[in-house]
Nanobody, 127 residues
Framework: QVQLAESGGGLVQAGGSLRLSCVASGRFVSTYTMGWFRQAPGKEREFVAAHSWRSVGLYYAEFADSVRGRFTISRDNGKSTVYLQMNSLKPEDTAVYYC?????????????????WGQGTQVTVSS
């Protein structure tokens, strides 16, 4: 089992920045795909970003079109932590953000592929 705990959410004005953190514990390994998803009220959970292992020290990052160029994803395996840096935030970024872990690299944009989930952290962007 892997346990995930998100932090860093909050209230920010449009144009501002936040950095979300996701700390993994338990049987977490550095080859896991780590994803960030979000869910706004009344909407389905949607893909935001993923960080997938390719080879030793090499990872591949991908992003939803809506956040590409504004968000970055990174990880510190020594701390078992994944980060989501969110810049130029917009009111439409308001949602609960979830961290997820998957032992494979298949369909990283599909939330159904992920085995482990955190409890989520609220991000609210005011206009």
């Amino acid at each position: 089992q892997v346990q995930l705990a998100e932090s860093g959410g909050g209230l920010v004005q449009a144009g501002g920045s936040l950095r979300l953190s996701c700390v993994a514990s338990g049987r977490f390994v550095s080859t896991y795909t780590m994803g960030w998803f979000r869910q706004a009220p009344g909407k389905e959970r949607e893909f935001v970003a993923a960080h997938s292992w390719r080879s030793v020290g090499l990872y591949y990052a991908e992003f939803a079109d809506s956040v590409r160029g504004r968000f970055t994803i990174s990880r510190d395996n020594g701390k078992s932590t994944v980060y989501l840096q969110m810049n130029s935030l917009k009111p439409e970024d308001t949602a609960v953000y979830y961290c997820a872990a998957d032992s494979t690299r298949a369909k990283v944009r599909d939330c159904r592929e992920y085995d482990f989930w955190g409890q989520g952290t609220q991000v609210t962007v005011s206009s």
